[in-house]
């Protein structure tokens, strides 16, 4: 992939993202239509490469060829974020789990990119230096960077009453389902946890005092005026009684054991904790053979599938292979993410993502896949307490009044305070595996300690911090919200948690900066929202969820996942804070399993339509900022168009010989035109577009027959984490006809 050369700086401009997997692929087929339209209302439509292998090669320029090299596009994007001209189209991302970064580098080797193995114990300081640059890359490293300002997440009205028409499959819930959540309660991140509101601008050090001597964890840590900053820990002797007990609870119940984590966006604090569930359930073969796998550099942390890969290169392989079966035959029934396959929910960090795994249990009635490849009641292990009550709230619910009807029911959308790193938790430099133990503290410039816990060796004690800023904007545009939509909206803040304590003031301090007369606006603990939000659900009603960070990426999957069945289908405007936007697509997590299907039966089932509706958010928001009205116009028949394409029902669908992702692209690119055709805003598009809508009309017959031609064989993209541009383009590009008018228009 190439970045395209520099506009000049008064063009008015868009910035669309490469990205990874599922999401790129369907770029290829995308962009060019896009880019032609674009460029008759003047504006251009550029592109940045932010993929996982992209990000990996900018770390490694020394260990490049001249004409390998590529730049820093997330750099230079997260400057742009800071500028009012910024206009970026974000499209999913992987957030890499280091399974996924160890296989993006191997595939990379492979290609021909010298650059090093991710080292997992680095000794050597070139192995130090190689470490700390992938760690600049591994889990959330995108969003933090982009993110400039605070989430406004929504259902489109097209897609919310698509799906009241068109209600997908719910499972059915019984009220005696023995489907439960497990989470610890005490002796973890919840639990322990203690925040400061900073007086002042300082510089703060993390450190930890043991019988030794004191260790600095972390030391110029900047901090503002009015920041929120916290700390907390999750004890591991504490995690480990929890996991036994509840390993015994399921096979005690005859329910599936299943852990749910978030391993990619908290990538220090979540891989550690899967690596102990992982031991956990496999006691014996960790300690028998536990040595001699971490000697192989076979980690419980990259999962079953990672060690049973390495396996047959180590003397015991065959009996440690055999310790692992009767491991799982001796437990409790596994969750499986491919029961078909035997891919355990133990087997890959990044396959039990919480956001996405959560919901599309609750979605089959309680569900898990077991090894038999039926479904069955599940016990879903959250170890940590801060927002499991989310999900038990809405299995209490559906255990006692049913499935939700996606034909009847209300939403949540959602407003998620995130702007510069807000509560990244657990997924940077200030989450550490304590060494030894002690006492960690958090002191300021002066010496003084400004809070401390007593933790043991293995604990895993984190901190974050939160701007004030981002905290006022986002009370702001919840404001905005609710007085926009007429909605209530509900801060999910809970007061017996330290943090929330904190920003419960800040919301009492700024909501008096606001018009909030007729307003409803409330602060509620998560589990008490989750249970008032469902209420007024089954009343057909929407409420607004105003939350931190992490519980945005938790409810940003749920509601929408039981609204309309996907999350990809969302609407997210990211009004940054300096003037500019942001527009993301949607979800990711399906993303794997579509590349699968494409490359074994050229298929691509993944949906766009988060990539039509960012879109047409963007051109609305060029048009504002710039005074283009041709881009409005642009915006305004891209929505009414994609209002046909949801009526005609030209969304993908899952199986071969139906419409796939480029098929939904010609309906889209042929609604579009006839829009722009037919509209009387800007006569001179109207002219131009004419011919084009005629065109793609006469030749749709033509077109569906190319396009379902290419079905059907394995196709060769290059590479799965860095494909090869030209062969993705012939694979996502099959239709000549289409092509040649695109093209030449």
């Known amino acids: 992939m190439t970045t395209q050369p520099q506009p ?14 599922a999401p790129l692929l369907a770029t290829y087929s995308f962009l060019p239509i896009v880019q032609a339209y674009a460029a008759k209302a003047g504006v251009e439509v550029d592109t940045r490469d932010i993929s996982l292998a992209a990000r990996i090669l900018a770390q490694f320029p020394e260990h490049l060829s001249e004409d390998q090299r590529v730049g820093d596009a997330l750099g ?39 650059i090093p193995d991710y080292p997992e114990d680095p000794t050597t300081d070139a192995e130090r230096d190689a470490r700390a640059r992938f760690d600049k890359v591994k889990g959330s490293a995108v969003n933090p960077v982009l993110r400039e300002g605070n989430s406004d997440r929504r259902a489109p009205a097209a897609v919310k009453n698509y799906a009241k028409k068109h209600p997908h499959r719910m499972g059915e819930w019984s009220a005696g389902s023995k489907t439960q959540v497990a989470t610890m309660g005490s002796d973890d991140f ?9 007086p ?42 929890f996991l036994a007990e509840q390993i015994e609870r399921a096979r005690t119940e005859g329910v599936l054991f299943s852990a749910h984590l978030k391993a990619t966006m908290m990538k220090v604090s979540d891989p550690i904790i899967f690596g102990h569930i992982v031991e956990a359930f496999l006691p014996e073969v960790f300690e028998t053979y536990g040595e001699q796998l971490k000697a192989a550099g076979l980690s419980s942390r990259d999962g079953l599938g990672g060690i049973m890969s390495g396996l047959d290169a180590l003397p015991d392989g065959e009996a440690i292979k055999a310790a692992v079966a009767k491991g799982l035959e001796d437990g409790p029934a596994l969750a499986m993410v491919d029961s078909d396959k035997g891919i355990t929910n133990l087997h890959v960090p990044s396959d039990v993502i919480i956001d996405a795994s959560m919901p599309a249990m609750i979605r089959i009635g309680g569900h898990m896949w077991g090894p038999d490849g039926a479904e069955h009641d599940t016990l879903a292990v959250i170890p940590d307490s801060s927002y499991a009550g989310v999900y038990q709230a809405v299995i209490d619910d559906c255990k006692a009044k049913g499935a939700l009807d996606p034909a009847t029911m209300g939403s949540v959308p959602n407003v998620g305070l995130m702007a510069r790193k807000a509560e990244e ?29 007593d933790v043991a060796a293995g604990d895993v004690w984190r901190a974050c911090q939160t701007k004030d800023a981002p905290i006022r904007d986002w009370v702001g545009l919840a404001v905005r919200r609710a007085r926009e939509s007429g909605d ?66 938790y409810n940003t999957d749920l509601f929408p996942i039981l609204e309309v069945g996907t999350s990809a289908k969302m609407l997210s405007i990211v009004p940054l804070m300096n003037g500019g936007g942001l527009f993301e697509t949607g979800a990711g997590g399906s993303a794997p399993k579509h590349v699968q299907q494409l490359l074994a039966e050229n298929y691509l089932r993944w949906d766009s339509l988060g990539e039509f509706f960012a879109l047409a958010a963007s051109f609305e928001h060029l048009a504002r900022v710039a005074g283009n009205a041709s881009a409005q116009v642009l915006a305004d028949t891209l929505d009414r168009a994609t209002g046909t394409f949801l009526d005609q029902d030209k969304s993908p669908t899952r199986r071969i010989g139906g419409i796939d992702n480029r098929g939904s692209h010609f309906y889209l690119a042929l609604y579009w035109a006839q829009e722009l055709a037919a509209q009387t805003e800007d006569a001179e598009l109207a002219a131009a577009f004419a011919p084009l809508a005629t065109r793609l009309a006469e030749d749709e017959a033509t077109i569906v027959d190319e396009l379902l031609a290419a ?35």
């Open 8 to 21: 000049q700086p008064d063009a008015a401009r868009i910035i669309y993202t490469y990205t990874d997997e």
């Open 76 to 114: 230079e994007l997260g400057e742009m974020a800071t500028t009012p001209e910024a206009n970026i189209i974000k499209l999913p991302n992987i957030s890499a789990s280091v399974p996924q970064l160890k296989a993006a580098v191997a595939e990379l080797q492979a290609q021909g990119y010298a």
């Open 190 to 198: 919840f639990s322990n946890e203690k925040s400061v509101t900073m």
């Open 200 to 241: 002042a601008a300082d510089t703060l050090a993390i450190r930890l005092r043991t019988a030794e001597g004191t260790q600095v964890l972390k030391d110029g840590l900047a901090v503002e005026e009015g920041e929120v900053v916290d700390g907390t820990f999750l004890s591991v002797a504490a995690l480990h009684r």
């Open 425 to 453: 938790y657990g997924s940077h430099d200030k989450t550490f595996e304590i060494p030894a133990d002690g006492t960690v503290e958090v002191v300021n410039s002066a010496g003084e300690v400004l809070f401390s816990h």
């Open 488 to 553: 209530p909206a509900v801060f999910w803040l809970d007061a017996n948690r330290a943090h929330d304590a904190q920003l419960i003031a800040k919301v009492e301090k700024y909501l008096p900066d606001h018009e909030t007369d007729g307003l409803e606006i409330l602060v509620m603990a998560p589990a008490e929202a989750t249970r008032y939000s469902l209420d007024r659900i089954r009343e057909g009603l929407d409420t607004i969820s105003v939350t931190g960070n992490v519980l945005r990426d």
């Open 711 to 745: 079905q059907g064989n394995p196709v060769d993209v290059g590479g799965y984490y860095y494909p090869d541009g030209d062969l993705a383009t012939t694979v996502m590009r099959p239709s000549q006809t289409l092509n040649t008018a695109i093209d030449t228009f």
